[in-house]
Nanobody, 125 residues
Framework: QVQAVESGGGLVQAGGSLRLSCTVA????????MAWFRQAPGKEREGVSC????????YYVDSVKGRFTISRDNAKNTLFLQMNGLGPDDTATYYC??????????????????WGQGTQVTVSS
């Protein structure tokens, strides 16, 4: 059974930073692309960033470029998202996701097969 557990969310003031982690068990972590999505109340789930198995290809949604950094430690089965310069628009539940169907990144939630339970990020103005 695949399990993905996020941590690192919390309440932070605008301009602050957080580092999210997602530890995965139950599959060959280093074989698949992984991504971070977020969902704010009343909004659709949005692809924030995606990284391929080797880290050679990385995608960011425009709104986080230059502020967020995705990385992965395949030896520890862990995905990270370093978030700097946070603003109120970044407030959402953040999910890590695993795409076991192919080796290519995507920003579509429908293409990811496994999900964590989410971690809440709240940014106060």
């Amino acid at each position: 059974q695949v399990q993905a557990v996020e941590s690192g969310g919390g309440l932070v003031q605008a301009g602050g930073s957080l580092r999210l982690s997602c530890t995965v068990a139950g599959l060959a972590f280093d074989f698949y692309p992984m991504a971070w999505f977020r969902q704010a109340p009343g909004k659709e789930r949005e692809g924030v960033s995606c990284i391929t198995r080797s880290g050679s290809t990385i995608y960011y949604v425009d709104s986080v470029k230059g502020r967020f950094t995705i990385s992965r430690d395949n030896a520890k089965n862990t995905l990270f998202l370093q978030m700097n310069g946070l603003g109120p628009d970044d407030t959402a539940t953040y999910y890590c996701a695993i795409k076991s169907s192919s080796r290519y990144c995507s920003d579509s939630a429908r293409e990811f097969q496994y999900w964590g339970q989410g971690t809440q990020v709240t940014v106060s103005s």
